[in-house]
């Protein structure tokens, strides 16, 4: 079992997180979050709930499916070009 991370350790990867989305103003929309409220929990003003981040990872997946079918279209149109 994994050990806890510190409160500042999951405000940094949460950060990390909203930059996979291109930003602040990409994760709001994503999520339906307040820009000032990702802020609030970047700088470690509000706590990161365990569900913010089942939220979170959730969009991350669909970014990551999102992302490979994009990748499978260039390629193909890259091979039949």
């Known amino acids: 079992m994994a ?12 950060a990390f997180c909203v930059q996979l989305f291109g930003g ?20 470690g003003e509000r706590p990161i709930s365990d569900g913010l981040l089942e939220d979170t990872a959730k969009a991350l997946r669909l970014l990551i499916a999102e992302a ?5 279209q260039i390629a193909a149109s890259l091979r039949a070009g």
């Open 3 to 14: 050990a806890p991370i510190s409160t500042d350790e999951r405000s940094e990867h949460f």
């Open 24 to 43: 602040t103003t990409a994760f709001s929309r994503r999520l339906g979050i307040d820009e000032r409220a990702i802020r609030r929990f970047i700088n």
């Open 68 to 72: 490979t079918t994009a990748e499978e």
